[in-house]
């Protein structure tokens, strides 16, 4: 069945520093890939999509490009912030939408 | 964007006693919500898809009984933990698609925090 993997956390950072979570993905057909990010105490909420190959998602300097012959799509940001402390989770939809599944959440702690 | 909005954030109950949360679209119609629960430190496990008008479809090993999901209308759907236990005790998060086009983005609730004594 379709499965998503991600990088095993927690990820420490110094503020500035660049940023990777990698992401890979198992699955039939044309799925669209999802970062969502969960602040503490909170639900999630999208933080970029792409829904084919070699489309690029961005979102607050945060970007992922789905790669289908390495079926990744890693989260990549230049110079993270503390504000950037967060859960964050990589997600495929099938091609119907109608079924999301998430890899286990990669947990980032970003040090002022 | 979309708002997905569940109540109540926090609850805390006694063993034995039931406990409804509420998830709803507040600015579309939501024919599909998916009810999922979170553990400390870990992903989300869905618990169970709900379809306005129709019975919810539960994943394996979710206890329908325990957990009861009614989606009577295309902006609420609810969950009830009934008899609940300490081991209930958890995060439970609901997110729904909009209609249209489904690329399959998912607009969640900012989540409930259930603790049972």
């Known amino acids: 069945g379709d499965s998503v993997t991600q990088m095993e956390g927690p990820v420490t950072l110094s503020e500035e520093a660049f940023l990777t979570i990698n992401c890979t993905y198992t699955?039939?057909?044309?799925?669209?890939l999802f970062w969502y990010v969960q602040y503490p105490g909170e639900g999630l909420q999208l933080l970029l999509k792409?829904?084919?190959?070699?489309d690029k998602g961005s979102n607050k300097g945060f970007e992922a490009t789905y790669r289908k012959e390495t079926t990744s799509f890693h989260l990549e940001k230049g110079s993270v912030q503390v504000s950037d402390s967060a859960v964050y989770f990589c997600?495929?939809?099938?091609?119907?939408?109608?079924?999301?599944?998430f890899g286990a959440g990669t947990r980032l702690f970003v040090k002022a | 964007g979309a708002v997905v909005s569940q109540h109540p954030s926090r609850v805390i109950c006694k063993s034995g006693t039931s406990v409804k949360i509420e998830c709803r679209s507040l600015?579309?119609?939501?024919?599909?919500m998916f009810w999922y629960r979170q553990f400390p430190k870990q992903s989300l496990m869905l618990m169970a898809t709900s379809n306005e008008g129709s019975k919810a479809t539960y994943e394996q090993g979710v206890e329908k009984d325990k957990f009861l999901i009614n989606h009577a209308s295309l902006t609420l759907s609810t969950l009830t933990v009934t008899s609940a236990h300490p081991e209930d005790s958890s995060f439970y998060i609901c997110?729904?698609?909009?209609?249209?086009?489904?690329?399959?983005?998912?607009?969640f609730g900012e989540g409930s925090r259930l603790t049972v004594l």
């Open positions: 997110s729904a698609t909009a209609g249209g086009v489904n690329t399959g983005e998912l607009f």
């Open positions: 600015d579309f119609q939501a024919t599909t």
């Open positions: 997600a495929l939809s099938d091609t119907g939408g109608f079924k999301t599944i």
């Open positions: 699955a039939t057909g044309y799925p669209s």
């Open positions: 792409a829904t084919k190959a070699d």
